[in-house]
């Protein structure tokens, strides 16, 4: 299994609150990401980082900011969480952005509940 | 954004049964990958596909690129109950982006597996 943890795994939390959820790899794989996970909508993808300080926007990036001032670390921000950004969220990793080593491998989750 | 159509939504099965599922979309795609999701954990990559026309085997599981380059199909040969969960599949179309030439994955919204022992 790839190296990839997140925390918190679970959190509860008021609307309004600011929240920051943290990723972390030990590949060393140069692109990161942040999904949320929704029924009926799949995964969908938020933010995503191709190194260190470099980041762009995914297709649901609105109240959500992000992170990564190391390899290891991809940050997840939501400045004032509301109950539309109660998910499930995953973050990826990914060796490169072309075949063959753009397979993206997933982290366990965590999740979300805004209330 | 691009969309990708993955059906069927959801199969009940007995064990034993072979499975097809498969995922088309209207661009042509770079790379298709299969996921499996279990309850409450992240997707985990079974299959990876990177030519037209590839055939690619991960044990029980066959999976193929169309020669369209616009769809894939996943196999899933003599099923047991642990084959149980949702499988995504997801395609590539490589896109340029501030960081240059980057990574965009579109997912299908998942075939739910369930097998009857």
Known sequence: DAGITQSPRHKVTETGTPVTLRC????N??????????????????HYSYGVKDTDKGEVSDGY???RSKTEDFLL?????????????FCAISADARGPYNEQFFGPGTRLTVL | GQQLNQSPQSMFIQEGEDVSMNCTSSSIFNTWLWYKQDPGEGPVLLIALYKAGELTS????????GITRK???????ASIPSDVGIYFC??????????GSNYKLTFGKGTLLTVNP
Do not use: C, K
């Open chain 1, 65 to 67: 900011s992000v992170s």
């Open chain 1, 77 to 89: 921000t939501l400045e004032s969480a509301t109950s539309s950004q109660t998910s499930v969220y």
């Open chain 1, 29 to 46: 794989h140069r692109y990161m990401y942040w999904y949320r996970q929704d029924p009926g909508h799949g995964l969908r993808l938020i």
């Open chain 2, 90 to 99: 997801a395609g590539q179309l490589q896109s340029l982006g501030r960081g």
């Open chain 1, 24 to 27: 972390h790899q030990t590949e």
């Open chain 2, 71 to 77: 769809d894939s199909f996943l196999n899933i040969s």
């Open chain 2, 58 to 65: 991960n044990g029980r599981l066959t999976a193929q690129f």
